[in-house]
């Protein structure tokens, strides 16, 4: 039919109505939409096909900073790193691999194409070399490798900028081995267990999975404490004693109208000639919560050190013809104890705090049968003393790496005194005390780590305070001893109180050493030993 003449031509573009207009507009919006729900669709399958990488723990000082720090580059490349913890779960199932078989196997059950593993040592002249491998997970046979040099963890840092750039070429090669049969294949165990990553999928929880441990940072190098330290001793040693002791007049061949109450004063000495006597010994010390990389608890340790002497002798006088006599001597000390240590500061030259607690014995013997003699006012008794030690250290690096020094100070409480000292000077006396300073150089070797030699200088003393009669020089021959001022069968008998007519009390003793007998000694040691750190 044909239009009325005048009207309007019916033009849908021209004359549509405002609902025409609308529904248009809702066309062009689903078109739109489906077209990006096409374009999402296209790009899923491409994002899902991004390279699956699994980069392994790296092993030496710094290492886990340095993979965190690949891995991160990887990242931001493109690629997928497989979580440790997932990781960590399929090693656990299937174990740790060692052969080319069993890294396949673990591709296939992570859906990795690459392994990428890496490795810290030391080397020469105090450098640390980073190499890294890339494995294929296609065969398990190792693609290619490359390595970064420096002087600490920190100068490898670099592999966070080149790390993917300097093994792209091998990732890029590497492929993710395709399902495997029934009869080998891991994500179908033969028990008919569900593979964990199935179970994780499907909502369950794995009961029998251990939980996650966090990983172990190592200790950088340049921060390690030692975690053991041995070295052989050679020095000398440096006596000096002198005090007053009062003795009876007729034991001096003097003849005076009562010797029960004539007294004489006169000095005891011993002192070293020159330097002093020659000592050879050892130290060791070993903290076991610094062998790990972490050093996770390197502030506890024990300590022990030994000397004793070479070729000493004493010198006196025969008592009855005045020839030389040489009195053989030994020396002999051992010290074991606990150490704790605090560092101020994450450098090894860092000032660093010690506290020490131990036991030690300190011996200075002579010959008895000798002692006996020479003439009784050059006699002095041997030193035997046990004792318990408190000393407080701190060692500072002034040169990093070469040069430390140290300075050391502490007390002793006597636990014990030997037989010989007690019988020869006074059966009743007590442990000795003392005390000790001691000053420390030691210079290190960067070209041979943990080399190091050491000057030590220390000085100590023991107080001793000898209470009591002297004891018998020949057991068998005490009975039925004389008068003290006349008695020649014990050691030199130390005046008692006049009897006044009466016998005399032997306990009663009036004589003997004035007072507290210190005993100086000055130990001057060289050292060569080796550290562990």
């Known amino acids: 039919m044909s239009a009325p003449h005048g009207s309007p031509r019916a033009d849908p573009l021209c004359y549509a109505s405002p609902q025409t207009l609308v529904m248009s ?44 720090r690949l891995v991160e580059d990887l990242v931001q490349n493109g690629l997928v790193v497989v979580p440790e913890a997932e990781v960590q779960r399929a090693e656990r199932a299937a174990g740790r691999p060692s052969t080319s078989a069993e890294y396949v196997a673990l ?10 593993e890496g490795r810290v040592r030391r080397q020469r002249r105090r450098q640390q070399r980073l190499q890294v491998r890339v494995r294929n997970g296609l065969d398990g046979e190792v693609l290619g490798a490359t390595g970064w040099s420096g002087r600490n963890a920190s100068a490898l840092a670099v592999v966070g900028r080149e790390g993917h750039a300097r093994l792209a070429r091998w990732l890029s090669e590497a492929r993710a081995p395709g399902p495997a049969t029934a009869s080998a294949s891991l994500a179908a165990p033969a028990t008919g267990d569900v593979p964990w ?87 060791f010390e070993i903290y076991p919560g610094a062998f790990d990389q972490a050093q996770s608890f390197p502030w506890l340790g024990l300590v022990a050190e030994l000397t004793h002497s070479i070729g000493v002798a004493s010198n006196g006088f025969d008592r009855r013809t005045g020839d030389p006599v040489a009195v053989p001597t030994n020396q002999f000390e051992l010290y074991v104890g606990g150490r704790f ?19 030690g014995s300190f011996n200075f013997n002579l010959d008895l049968d000798r002692l006996q003699q020479i003439e009784l006012d050059t006699i002095i008794p041997p030193m035997q003393h046990g004792y318990l030690q408190l000393a407080l250290g701190i060692e500072v690096g002034v040169a990093p790496g070469y040069l430390t020094l140290g300075l050391e100070a502490g007390g002793r409480v006597g636990t014990n005194i ?28 960067p070209e041979a780590q943990g080399l190091f030699f050491a000057v030590n200088v220390r000085y100590f003393l023991f107080a001793t305070d000898f209470r009591g009669q002297v004891g018998c020089a020949v057991a068998e021959e005490c009975a039925g001893f004389m008068n003290p001022w006349e008695d020649r069968r ?5 005046p008692v109180q006049a009897p006044g007519g009466g016998a005399p009390d032997l306990d009663a003793v009036v004589g003997g050493p004035s007072g507290p007998v210190i005993d100086h000694y000055v130990r001057l040691q060289l050292a060569i030993g080796y550290a562990f750190y």
Do not use: C, M
């Open 25 to 68: 507009r809702a066309q062009r919006r689903f078109a739109l939409a489906t077209l990006a729900a096409v374009a999402l669709s296209v790009a899923a399958p491409v994002a899902a096909q991004a390279p699956r990488v699994v980069v392994e723990r790296f092993s030496g000082p710094g290492g886990a900073g340095l993979r965190q």
């Open 107 to 116: 591709a296939r059950e992570l859906r990795a194409s690459a392994f990428v």
């Open 197 to 283: 990553w199935q179970r994780r999928d499907a909502g369950g929880a794995d009961p029998e999975e251990p939980p996650e441990r966090a990983e172990e940072t190592p200790r950088p190098a340049a921060t390690r404490y030692d975690a053991f330290r041995i070295a052989v001793l050679g020095g000398t040693l440096f006596r000096s004693s002198n005090t007053t002791v009062t003795v009876y007049a007729s034991q001096r061949g003097l003849s005076p109208p009562d010797p029960s109450a004539a007294l004489i004063e006169e000095s005891r000495r011993y002192q070293s000639g020159g330097i002093g006597h020659f000592e050879l010994g050892g130290r």
């Open 341 to 359: 240590r605090h560092r101020f500061g994450p450098a090894r030259s860092e000032p660093e705090l010690h506290i020490d607690a131990g036991w």
């Open 418 to 445: 030997g037989g010989d000292t007690r019988n020869v000077w006074g059966t009743d006396t007590s442990p000795s005390n003392g005390l000790l300073v001691g000053a420390l150089l030691k210079l290190e070797i």
């Open 490 to 494: 014990l050691w030199e008998v130390w």
